[in-house]
């Protein structure tokens, strides 16, 4: 846990939090969703939640690509990792997320050949070097990740590698956010909108969500200052009866974002008409698939893949968390048989994940606290 | 995943415009530079670096303030450990 003095400017913060307690209204409890998994991580590492007023609370939104991955998917994955001849390579937040009959990492262990790549392009050289396997990419992540992706498929075509290809979860942020405001349990008051994610997609996309929505969304970095400005910004917004789309992160996120990975992800990607979400069910348009030209290098087309459902473990509570209805601490499995050493939903991998960040940071902190 | 690392371009290539050679925290790699076509890089600028491709161009002092904010994290390490991952520079792709 940091203290206030450890920040770079521990004076701009108190006066910001100051602030924020002064505009807020003591009667109203409000409800800021931080779309972002990396906005998670940073909240719970820099412990913001004490630094606002008990009446603002941050909801942890479904922005860590591989949390809302459901099972069924990564067994997909992994039943592709085990055909003969093939090199299955994936990110290592991925390593660990369990399928119905172990994780990544557990299969490699028992003698599948699967691989940890930091960069889709490893991957591609990875089949350049290996001509005589097949070689398939686990592709996960937002638009952050989908135009790399994207991009690395082009250099597949270009240089002719035919034993290449990506088992494509890219999915979309904007389809996301509308499920949760089109969602009956839902009372969520503004967005602290992603910082990455929106430098390629950039500010516009979230228009609808001021106009037809009526919320404000203040798109954020990822310092306690940007984040604490940010929940400020909403705060005025509300006090004063607006609902804009306001970009705190202006340094680094174009309002029209970036347009040659948006064409690049155009020229591969086309959007699926329905895809599964962990906790938010099926989502419209809410991912990518590999246009028909990339076909070939598309591993859903390549290997028979059987589109498998599977229920998450009976009392995991991921959904409930994703949604932001439920605390991670309010799952009956948190901190029991669910812990960032053994975990049952993929909300307690990744350090983005709201219940291993809870974790790490909350939990400890109370059992040192006791 | 969402975080982006920060690094320095120190070589660029005539005959190759994909790629450019960055400095991260002393570690140099290949990255691929294709997503920022559009704008003009250039030796020294800064970058943001995602799973191997630059992603947005910034000013030094927003590097230094997301180095900073990579430390503050406890992130440095894991990031200049996936940047030494970046296995592709080792021949063109
Ligand atoms: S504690 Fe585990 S099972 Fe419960 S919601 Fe979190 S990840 Fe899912």
Redesign the pocket.
């Known amino acids: 846990m940091k203290y206030v003095d450890e920040f770079r400017d521990p004076e701009l913060i108190r006066k910001i939090s100051e602030e924020i307690r002064r505009l807020v209204d003591p009667n109203y409890h409000y409800r800021f969703m931080e779309v972002c998994g990396g906005h998670t991580f940073s909240i719970f590492r820099f412990g913001l939640q004490n630094l606002l007023p008990e009446n603002i609370e941050l909801v942890h939104g479904p922005g860590c690509p591989v949390?809302v991955l459901p099972m069924g998917r990564m067994d997909d994955g992994l039943s592709i990792a085990q055909q003969p001849n093939v090199i299955f390579t994936a990110f290592g937040d991925v390593m660990r997320v369990p399928g119905k009959h172990g994780t990544p990492l557990e299969l490699k262990a028992r003698g599948a050949d699967i691989r940890m790549v930091y960069s889709p392009l490893d991957a591609l050289k990875i089949a350049m070097d290996h001509p005589d396997r097949q070689v398939v990419l686990f592709a996960i992540g937002f638009e952050t990740t989908a135009p790399s992706t994207a991009l690395t498929l082009m250099r597949a075509r270009e240089l002719d590698v035919s034993n290449f290809s990506v088992f494509s979860n890219h999915v979309l942020i904007i389809p996301a956010i509308q499920a949760i405001l089109d969602s009956p349990d839902m009372r969520i008051d503004g967005f602290i909108g992603p910082g990455h994610v929106s430098s390629v997609i950039g500010a516009r996309p979230y228009e609808f969500i001021a106009k037809k929505y009526r919320k404000p969304i203040v798109i954020s970095g990822f310092e306690p200052l940007d984040l604490l400005q940010s929940i400020l910004m909403l705060v005025k917004q509300m006090r004063e009866g607006r609902f804009e789309v306001e970009n705190q992160y202006s340094r680094v996120v174009p309002y029209k974002g970036n347009i040659s990975a948006l064409d690049i992800m155009k020229e591969v990607f086309e959007v699926r008409p329905l895809f599964e979400w962990r906790g938010l069910g099926t989502i419209p348009q809410s991912a990518l698939k590999l246009r028909p030209e990339f076909a070939k290098w598309d591993a859903e087309v390549r290997f028979q893949v059987e589109g498998a459902r599977v229920n998450?473990?009976q009392?995991?509570?991921?959904?409930?968390?994703?949604k932001g209805v439920?605390k991670?601490?309010q799952?009956?499995?948190?901190?029991k048989?669910?812990?960032p050493e053994h975990?049952?939903?993929?909300?307690?991998?990744s350090s983005e994940?709201?219940?291993?960040a809870?974790?790490h940071y909350v939990h400890l902190q109370d059992a040192v606290g006791k | 995943m969402c975080l982006a690392i920060p690094g320095q371009i120190v070589e660029m290539f005539d005959d190759d415009h994909h790629y450019a050679v960055v400095d991260v925290c002393g570690v140099r790699r290949k990255i691929n530079i294709d997503l920022l076509k559009n704008e003009r890089l250039f030796l020294g600028d800064w970058v943001l670096i995602h799973v191997g491709f630059a992603m947005s161009k910034i000013s030094e002092e927003q590097a230094s303030e997301q180095l900073k904010l990579l430390s503050m994290l406890d992130e440095s390490d894991e990031a200049i450990e996936e940047v030494k991952g970046y296995q592709f520079d080792k021949e063109r792709i």
Do not use: N, R, W
């Not at chain 1, 009392?315 to 994703?322: F, N, R, Y």
């Not at chain 1, 994940?353 to 291993?356: D, K, L, P, Y």
């Open positions: 949390c998450d473990p009392m995991a509570q991921c959904g409930e968390v994703l439920l991670p601490q799952c009956k499995l948190f901190g048989e669910c812990t975990p049952v939903g993929a909300l307690m991998v994940g709201a219940c291993a809870y974790y």
